[in-house]
């Protein structure tokens, strides 16, 4: 007997629909709203889900939504799968001579929100069909968040329960520097943690030729933005790859006056997250030694952003799983680590789950983009693709398929 296979329906699935949700993305790219603001987008995302027989509810500040699959009868107790998009742009001015150009002032999807914003649409569409005709093996609960790049959409769904009572959680991100078909896949820390730091210097100020009677805050200030970096690279361990690299340094105002106070800011990125966590309290102690050595007063202000988002391995499996399943053995490749943040991190620390990259480069898109960038664009083959990789990981998630493929008979095992 063959078993029925509910991935089976989905590329019919997506030769009828993959044209309306590019025409769904592409209307969102020329509507773009900032995190928090995104009241259009809330409002087109949860008409389609409606549409498709769903009931989503909205968060409490008015952007973002969750929607929940299959469950209610006979799976009440089965897995919760969570799938996550973002819906938010950013500040950005869009500088492509495309149709579907932003057509709000300094305002851009140059991250590619409104691509994983249509997949996970798609995505739903599909699982919700499985599960009107009860093949959905337990509950996959879509996460539209808003204020991704704020950052801290996350942390509104957490506060509104959104993953209490979720086993797993997974996401995608558009990655333009992989080929399109392809799924960028690592164990362990993908994003990093970015905090920002200011440290602000003060002393008695006075004559640039008595230095010894006060104390010299420029030079102080200056053996602080040297120092810090060095001496943070023997103090934690390499692997953490913190690093601290400062933007904006500046004290004084004359030739021949040594001035009374005097500022650093810069950030702290880190890919660890017990190093994160530690950075902190190790770099008020390295500013305090420093300062004191040179007579002048030091405050850190250290503003917390994005922990690192730590991929958890079995999570990680079940995506490789899913990635070969969908789209064949070799469409899955190895993510470096980044040093950009991403909020999602922010579950990973209730929850296991993991995120991957979503090649992007491809047909008349250019080897050069990158995100953050107004010439930003995707090749839009990468949203039918997405959708088969959330769809194949919720169901391998949700033991629906075989986790690791049956090996074909005959064919050796290499262990
Ligand atoms: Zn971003
Ligand atoms: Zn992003």
């Known amino acids: 007997m063959r078993g029925h296979d509910p991935l089976g329906g989905l590329d019919a699935f997506l030769s009828q629909y993959t044209g309306e949700l590019i025409t769904f993305r592409r209307d969102l790219h020329a509507h773009p709203e900032l995190g928090y603001h995104e009241h259009r987008t809330t409002r087109l995302v949860s008409g389609r889900l409606a549409s498709a027989g769903l009931r989503p509810s909205v968060l409490p500040k008015g952007t973002g939504l969750l929607a929940d699959i299959g469950g209610s009868d006979g799976h009440a ?20 001579n495309v149709p579907y150009r932003s057509t709000v002032r300094n305002t851009c999807h140059a991250c590619g929100h409104d691509v994983h914003t249509a997949i996970l649409v798609g995505a739903g569409i599909f699982l919700a069909r499985l599960a009107a005709a009860g093949e959905l093996p337990g509950r996959v609960r879509l996460v539209f968040q808003p204020a991704e790049e704020v950052p801290g959409g996350a942390l509104d769904v957490l506060a509104a329960g959104g993953i209490a009572s979720v086993d797993r959680i997974f996401a995608l991100h558009c ?26 210097v003060a002393g008695p100020g ?70 994160w966590h530690a950075a902190p309290d190790l770099l008020k102690a390295l500013i305090d030694s420093v300062a004191s050595a040179y007579g002048v007063f030091a405050e850190l202000s250290y503003q917390r952003n994005v922990p690192p988002t730590v991929n958890e391995a079995a999570s990680v499996q079940i995506l490789a799983d899913a990635t070969a399943q969908a789209l064949g053995p070799d469409a899955a490749a190895p993510a470096p680590q980044s040093l950009g943040g991403e909020d999602f991190a922010w579950y990973l620390e209730s929850i296991p789950g993991a995120l991957a990259r979503l090649g992007t480069r491809g047909q008349n898109i250019g080897d050069d983009l990158d995100l953050h960038q107004g010439t930003f664009d995707v090749d ?36």
């Open 380 to 415: 839009e083959r990468a949203i039918g693709i997405g959708i088969k990789v959330m769809v194949a990981a919720a169901l391998t998630a949700l033991g629906g398929r075989a986790v690791t493929p049956e090996p074909l008979p005959g064919t050796a095992t290499v262990g």
């Open 77 to 96: 107790r089965g897995p919760v799968i969570a799938l996550r998009a973002d819906l938010d742009a950013l500040p950005v001015a869009d500088e492509k």
């Open 175 to 200: 990655d333009p520097r992989l080929d399109v078909g392809k799924i960028g896949l690592r164990t362990g820390p993908i994003t990093a943690a970015c905090d920002k730091i200011v440290v602000r």
């Open 206 to 275: 006075g004559h640039t030729a008595r230095p010894h009677l006060t104390a010299d805050l420029v030079y102080a200030l200056g053996k602080i933005v040297t120092e810090l970096p060095a001496a943070l690279s023997r103090r934690v361990d390499p692997r953490s790859s913190l690093s601290l690299v400062w933007g904006k340094v500046s004290a004084g105002s004359a030739a021949n006056a040594i001035p009374d106070d005097g500022i650093a800011e810069g950030t702290v990125r880190c890919l660890d997250d017990e190093a």
